[in-house]
């Protein structure tokens, strides 16, 4: 059923690019970069934006062995906070690294990628339009894999999430909200730096949340 899934949503995906030629489809380059990653019927969802094209340059040009749809979310040191975190709270089986071991599911809101300096002087309503072209797609993977908690990386994801929700009906179960791992482990916050012990700490006590309430609704 999985492998149905997987199957189905890079069809879907695939239509929104022929549809959309102005859109870079970066699967020419990158197949491997699917915007999806996990285990879609674990009944919990992590977003985030949309990927980030430098990352992806970046494993490219310097991994020893291919990348493969496991490699993402797993380049920056960004990306091991969060499989770190993952890990710590029951939501991936240990080590971060391996493929497999998931217990949950990752995607995009948005399923093409772009550089982040050039993304970030979009405007707002500009992102919205473009997380609208992009979501049938999502609203297919809420049909079908119906989860019971959507949790929400970054104050960005959030906008939108609830944009499309406004905009496109979008039926999002409960939605929780955490800091995106980049901003934690790329960008400063006043006087404190990327991976500051504080910053990790409130993203630990986010997450713990996350499980804590996701535990909940599992049990009802």
Request: proline letters at 6%; glycine letters at 6%.
């Amino acid at each position: 059923m999985q492998g149905k899934y997987a199957e189905e949503l890079k069809r879907r995906i695939g239509i929104v690019f022929q549809s959309h030629p102005e859109i870079f489809d970066h699967r020419r380059q990158y197949p491997w970069l699917t915007g999806f990653l996990g285990t879609p019927f674990s009944n919990i969802w992590f977003v985030a934006e949309n990927p980030s094209l430098t990352m992806v340059e970046r494993v490219t040009h310097r991994s020893v062995e291919p990348p493969t749809e496991e490699t993402q979310w797993c380049i920056s040191r960004g990306d091991l906070l969060f499989r770190d975190m993952l890990v710590k709270h029951g939501f991936m089986n240990p080590p971060r690294d391996e493929a497999g071991g998931w217990r949950c599911y990752i995607t995009d809101v948005i399923k093409e990628t772009d550089y982040v300096a050039r993304w970030r002087t979009q405007s707002n309503q500009v992102l919205k339009q473009i997380a609208e072209v992009w979501s049938e797609v999502l609203a297919w993977e809420l049909e079908t894999s119906k989860p019971k908690i959507v949790v929400a990386m970054g104050k960005q994801t959030q906008r939108l999430i609830a944009h499309l929700q406004k905009e496109k009906g979008l039926r999002f179960p409960q939605v929780e909200y955490v800091h995106h791992y980049s901003y934690i482990a790329l960008r400063p916050r006043g006087k404190q730096g990327p991976m500051h012990p504080e910053r990790i700490k409130e993203y630990d006590s986010q997450m713990a949340r996350v499980a804590e309430r996701f535990a909940k609704l599992n049990y009802h």
